[in-house]
């Protein structure tokens, strides 16, 4: 059974690129344009992975995370922080903060996939693949 | 006269008419002894004199002195004395034995004269005949005070710091060139000072304050140095304005925080220029990516041509904006550097294993040269690293034939501080002379005559260059046109 993805990014060209790969890897793709919207849409349907940009204005990745590890019902979170920042010591402070993982960009789309299958079971991986592979 | 008169007299003296016991015990205290030493009637009669009026460090002196009295039948002396007010003075005393018939005892009677003044103005030209000239010829302003606190002694540049005409602080009060709010405490202070005189250096961290004539306060420094003579013990305190340090001080402190604070800002700006940069290459590296990988639907070959170039120039893009950040934060001083012990034989052998298919590639031999034993040297295993990997590729990239030769060496060890040796010599194009010169300068590509456009972003050697010095190390060249280049770092262990 293909996961269900959450992708919380405000800038549409990034948010189109990550959807378009994932959905042509054939997983089904829920979208949030902000930080507020992308909790409520988690707390509605329950995504198995959250893919969330850090620099959101108003609510952030990292208070989008700490709301939803504070809600009660939001068991099972899966969260992977995207981010363009890229000092050393930012990949720390979000491993610290409670993400599962870290993806800079820009993104390499040819490994895109691979890197965030690596945070589902493989219960949850797509079987579908488009015709060229990925 | 009448007996009533006589006592009368005696009450106006206006010296001090004190008798005791033969055991020290006030049985009268006149009018003048009160004016003089501060308490009334009531608080001396009856109470050993020795606690109303003499120093700590005089009891054994005052008391060896009462006893000659009573055994010699009189005593003249100088002594001195303390006030209620514990302010010191120095007295004359003529003391005699008195025998009392009518009651049958003896008791002794002194008459004790306040010559502080007098003593002053004496002490005052004895100290200025021997040590005037001595004094004028410091910068510092000098005050010298006796016990009594009376300055015996100041040099010009004291009289101007406090704004007094020559001559005027003789004879005055120490205290009157210290703020009002300084002065219960400094007369405590001098009282000690004199039971354990010690050099106080200046600088002793007390935020002092000196007070001029004018009623204007200023911040001082000030030193205090014992000096004692036959005649008696002086304080000498040499006096320091320091209000254009104090100045300066603050002049500093306001500019050292205005340079933390710009620093702050522009450590915000790169952090913020790194990420908006970023962004937009997120869409085009990975769009383009999309493409190349016929997501979308298959190519033709002239799109999947064109599209390459923009994917490469993509990539361009983003090794030049890693590369001015890195530059960026070494000259901004921000690169953190993690020394540590780092095995120098398996950072060459990794960067090789690294580099070797690219040199395959070319059909170029990539040749190592290790110490028998691992070279090991406390420093940033990844700057040392981004260094040799950067020369090594450059070698590789401007040769087309022939060979790589990476050498590591122990070069120098004294006092066990290692310096270590890596040398990158290709039988590439080599470098001419004119170019050697702006060799690690940001940006500089040479003339190569090759028909390729130019690979790298032009500042692999400026931020190995910057890396090396941040190690403490240096990079050299040394090449020949048409023959090859040899680059040496040198690291010291750091």
Known sequence: MPANVLIIEDNSANLELVAYLLESAGYVVLVATNGVDGVAVFQREMPDLVLCDLQMPRLDGYGVLEQLRADPTCRDLRIIALTAFSMRGDEDRVLTAGFDGYLSKPIDPEKFIAQIEAFLPADLHSRHRSPTGL | ?494
């Open chain 2, 1 to 494: 006269m009448t007996p009533e008169t006589v006592a009368l007299m005696l009450e106006t003296l206006p010296d001090a008419v004190i008798v005791c016991t033969t055991e020290g015990r006030v049985v009268h205290w006149s009018d003048g002894a009160r004016s003089i030493f501060g308490y009334v009637t009531s608080e001396a009669i009856d109470h050993p004199l020795i606690e109303l009026i003499v120093p700590a460090d005089q009891a054994s002196e005052h008391r060896r002195m009462l006893k000659e009295i009573v055994a010699k039948g009189s005593a003249v002396y100088e002594s001195v004395r303390r006030r209620k007010d514990g302010s010191l003075l120095y007295v004359d005393v003529s003391s005699r034995r008195f025998v009392n018939a009518e009651a049958n005892e003896s008791l002794v009677l002194s008459v004790e004269k306040d010559v502080t003044h007098i003593k002053v103005q004496r002490d005052s030209k004895l100290m200025d005949a021997r040590f005037r000239d001595l004094l004028e010829s410091t910068p510092d302003g000098i005050v010298m005070a006796n016990p009594t606190g009376y300055i015996v002694l100041a040099n010009t540049q004291a009289e101007k710091l406090f704004g007094y005409a020559s001559g005027e602080l003789r004879g005055r009060p120490v205290d009157m060139l210290l703020p009002e709010r300084y002065r219960h405490a400094h007369v405590g202070h001098r009282s000690q000072y004199f039971l354990q005189p010690r050099k106080r250096a200046m600088g002793s961290g007390l935020d002092l304050s000196g007070l001029r004539k004018d009623g204007t306060e200023f911040p001082i420094e000030i030193s205090l140095s014992p000096l004692h003579t036959e005649e008696s013990s002086f304080v000498l305190s040499a006096i320091r304005d320091i209000s254009e340090r104090k100045e300066i001080q603050k002049a500093l402190q306001e500019s050292n925080e205005e340079l933390a604070r710009a620093n702050l800002a522009k450590d915000h700006f790169l952090a913020n220029m790194s990420h908006e940069l970023r962004t937009p290459l997120n869409a085009i590296i990975g769009f383009t990516g999309t493409l190349l990988m016929k997501l979308p639907g298959p190519l033709t070959a002239e799109q999947e041509k064109q599209l390459r170039t923009v994917q490469s120039s993509g990539r361009h893009l983003l090794a030049l904006i890693n590369d001015l950040l890195d530059v960026a934060k070494i000259e901004s001083g921000k690169v953190e550097l993690n020394r540590e012990l780092v095995d120098c034989n398996a950072l060459v052998e990794e960067v090789t294993a690294t580099l070797r298919p690219q040199a395959e590639e070319k059909g170029l031999e990539l040749l190592l040269t290790v110490p028998e034993t691992p070279l090991l040297l406390r420093t940033d295993h990844r700057a040392l690293s981004q260094i040799v990997i950067n020369l090594t590729s450059n070698a590789i990239k401007f040769s087309d034939h022939g060979e790589v030769n990476l050498t590591l060496a122990l070069r120098a060890e004294s006092d066990s501080v290692r310096t270590a040796e890596i040398a990158i010599a290709d039988t590439g194009v080599g470098i001419s002379e004119h170019d050697q010169a702006r060799l690690f300068g940001a940006f500089s590509r040479f003339n190569t005559s090759r028909d390729k456009a130019p690979e790298g972003t032009g500042l692999g050697l400026h931020l190995s260059q910057k890396l090396a010095h941040a190690l403490g190390g240096t990079i050299t060249c040394q090449s020949e046109l048409g023959m090859g280049s040899t680059f040496v770092v040198i690291v010291p262990e750091g």
